[in-house]
């Protein structure tokens, strides 16, 4: 959501700058199908509507076992690009230089045009596009996905329902929704929270909000799963989080969770530093 971008822009130049060579028409049609080289690209259509576009980045020397790490920008449902998420694909370009990378953007959310199923439809889109193309760019099936706020509630909801060939072996969550059936969501007066939830319709059923909920969705095969979460978040209520975390216990799923007190939806540079940190641990060790 909308809070996290200046943060997040700041907490990028905490960061060593990993420069991108910028590379002609020429050169990416010659080293485009070649898996010594690297590739990139941006603003690749993924399906027929204007907003279902990705970046993709191909790491040089890649294989048929090359793994994919899918970003998923927030905003609220209703806003946000790809580009917000320009500075975890540095890093991860960075701290894992053998790691395919796929920054996707998906339909807006508005008061016609609800998020679920419509962005979750996009999310499909995106993986069968690169399913299609695996061959050409050299890359397996295996895909994990990192998402931020909205972003994060969409990455959950997908991987853990609607993963039918069982292609994420990771997603991690920072700061996002997981249960819309939450009191705390169900029974607000929050000029902040009320517009977003309404988002779902005005009188969505409970079916509904369990459909688009990571935590009703949830089974004991959900992949390993990273969250962190905020105390005093004002849009993701602290129950989210701890919910979340007790209920994949529950199942066994292996996961891992972070609460960071005293601060709010946006996280702080220390806060977002420390998420790096534990979140290569987890991509090394669950991941790759």
């Not at 806003?79 to 920054?103: R, T, Y």
């Not at 997603?171 to 819309?180: H, R």
């Amino acid at each position: 959501m909308r809070y996290l971008r200046i943060t997040l822009i700041l907490a990028l130049c905490m960061f060593l700058y990993v420069g991108c060579s910028n590379t002609n028409d020429e050169e990416v049609i010659i080293n485009r199908f070649d898996p010594s080289k690297s590739y990139a690209s941006e603003a690749l259509s993924y399906g027929p509507k204007t907003n279902q576009i990705l970046d993709i980045f191909l790491p040089a020397n890649r294989t048929t076992a090359t793994k994919t790490l899918i970003l998923v920008h927030g905003g609220g449902w209703t806003s946000g690009d790809k580009a917000d998420m320009n500075f975890v694909k540095e890093l991860i370009k960075q701290d894992f230089p053998d790691v395919a990378i796929a920054n996707i953007n998906y339909q807006l959310a508005s008061t016609n045009r609800p998020p679920y199923p419509m962005q979750i439809d996009d999310i499909t889109e995106a993986v069968q596009f690169l399913v299609a193309n695996k061959e050409q760019y050299t890359i397996s099936d295996t895909i994990g996905f990192i998402g931020i706020s909205a972003g994060a509630h969409l990455s959950m909801l997908w991987s853990y329902a609607f993963d039918s060939n069982k292609q994420v072996e990771m997603v991690c969550s920072i700061v996002g929704p997981t249960n819309f059936t939450d009191p705390v969501y169900l029974n607000n007066t929050s000029p902040i929270i009320e517009p977003l939830i309404d988002l779902f319709g005005q009188t969505p059923t409970i079916q509904l909000l369990e459909k688009a909920s990571p935590y009703h969705q949830v089974t004991s095969v959900a992949p390993p799963t990273i969250m962190f979460y905020a105390e005093n978040d004002e849009l993701v209520p602290i129950s989210q989080g701890l919910d979340m975390r007790d209920k994949l216990a529950t199942l066994g799923v292996p996961h891992e969770f972070t609460l960071y007190p005293n601060v709010g939806h946006g996280l702080g540079i220390g806060e977002i530093l420390d998420v790096w940190a534990k979140l290569k641990i987890f991509i090394t060790n669950k991941f790759l």
